[in-house]
Each structure stands twice: as structure tokens, then as C-alpha cells.
């Protein structure tokens, strides 16, 4: 069975300094892989995705993630955080063929210390 | 706008009160989904709907029904709410993968007391 594994439900970073949430999934099969991002009372917006292709990712707000399937991982990167960046986050994988499921992490919390 | 509708925002029942939570899309897509969130846990998948007229189980199905008569709406339905139960609702829609992923509503709050 799919999974998705999130290490660190919390991660505070400085304002201006590197950000990464760690993501690594089960799969036997080639993934789709997702970033979601959660605002206080708010829905899931896409950061982005990587189905096929260029295994470096660049997303919406300066985020991107790079696909290493040696590792099985899909780790979130920014090279400088915002306060905006605040958020939870959500990894996600699916694995299209006709198995439609998108399977979430349980979420990485991210403090912004000004 | 495009996208995924949900209501009511906010919902308390009590226990044993059943309920239907609205979920409608307009952007014609087959794959719709209804996930619960709960701290610590992540969304977990309750149903899912491939097509009008084609629904199945996900991750956390029981108490929970859905059916699918339109590509544009996919209510879940609350048999009898358990204090369990009281989480917050997303439902997101899909059309391919290369389109751009999966789109959620806003969610609906339930509270069962």
C-alpha cells in the first residue's frame, strides 16, 4: 500500500534562512508527487507536483522539490523564508494508471521566527 | 470563479442526527473525492468517485455514505453522527494529473455533541 511519511510535525525556521520539510513514500511503482499548503481555516492550495520529467520541481512562492527515487524521497525547499511562509504542509502521493487515491502525509507545521 | 463548492461552512449536530454535506464542482471533472482532517493525522480519504454513478471506499468509510448521481455533485452523508465524527470536511475534485492536481473546497467544520 502507498504511504507518506512527513518527519518533523513542527519545524521553525529564522526569517531568511533555508527552509526543509522532509517528505519520503512507499510506493513499487512510479509516484506522483504532491505539496499542499494549508493557511489557518483555510482549504489545501497546490505548491506543486512532479508526475513525469524534470526531477527538480519549482513551484508558487519560491518553493520547489526535487524527486530522488534512489531515496523515495520528495523533500520542500525555499532558500529564504518569509513570514507569509507560515503554514502548515502537506506531502502527498498518488499513482494515476486508474488508482486515483491521493494519500497525504500527516503535516509539517512551519514557524516563522522573526 | 471555477472550483470546488462546499457547504455549510459550519455545522453542530447532535449525536445521533443525520446530515448531508454539499460538495459541487464546475469545472467538468470525473475524479471527486471526501477527505476528514483531524490533528496530528493528515486528511484521510473517506470516498471517492471515479464517474457519475461510480463511488468507492477510501481510508475511513464507516458512518459515512456518498453517491454520485452528476459529475458536479458528490454529498456525503452523515448516517447517525458520533462525537468521532467531528472533524473538518474537504472535498477535492481531479481532472487529468498533467492538468494541474487536485483542487479543494474550503471545508465544512462539523461538531457533533
Known amino acids: 500500500a502507498q504511504s507518506v511519511t512527513q518527519l518533523g510535525s513542527h519545524v521553525s525556521v529564522s526569517e531568511g534562512a533555508l527552509v526543509l520539510l522532509r517528505c519520503n513514500y512507499s510506493?513499487?511503482?512510479?509516484?506522483?508527487l504532491f505539496w499542499y499548503v494549508q493557511y489557518p481555516n483555510q482549504g489545501l492550495q497546490l505548491l506543486l507536483k512532479y508526475t513525469t520529467g524534470a526531477t527538480l520541481v519549482k513551484g508558487i512562492n519560491g518553493f520547489e522539490a526535487e524527486f530522488k527515487k534512489s531515496e523515495t524521497s520528495f523533500h520542500l525547499t525555499k532558500p529564504s523564508a518569509h513570514m507569509s511562509d507560515a503554514a502548515e504542509y502537506f506531502c502527498?502521493?498518488?499513482f494515476g494508471g486508474g488508482n486515483e487515491k491521493l494519500t497525504f502525509g500527516t503535516g509539517t507545521r512551519l514557524t516563522i521566527i522573526p | 470563479n471555477a472550483g470546488v463548492t462546499q457547504t455549510p461552512k459550519f455545522q453542530v449536530l447532535k449525536t445521533g442526527q443525520s446530515m448531508t454535506l454539499q460538495c459541487a464542482q464546475d469545472m467538468n471533472h470525473e475524479y471527486m473525492s471526501w477527505y476528514r482532517q483531524d490533528p496530528g493525522m493528515g486528511l484521510r480519504l473517506i470516498h471517492y468517485s471515479v464517474g457519475a454513478g461510480i463511488t468507492d471506499q477510501g481510508e475511513v468509510p464507516n458512518g459515512y455514505n456518498v453517491s454520485r448521481s452528476t459529475t458536479e455533485d458528490f454529498p456525503l452523508r452523515l448516517l447517525s453522527a458520533a462525537p468521532s465524527q467531528t472533524s473538518v470536511y474537504f472535498c477535492a475534485s481531479r481532472g487529468t494529473v498533467a492538468s494541474g492536481g487536485y483542487t479543494f473546497g474550503s471545508g465544512t467544520r462539523l461538531t457533533v455533541v
Open positions: 510506493s513499487s511503482v512510479p509516484p506522483y
Open positions: 502527498a502521493v498518488s
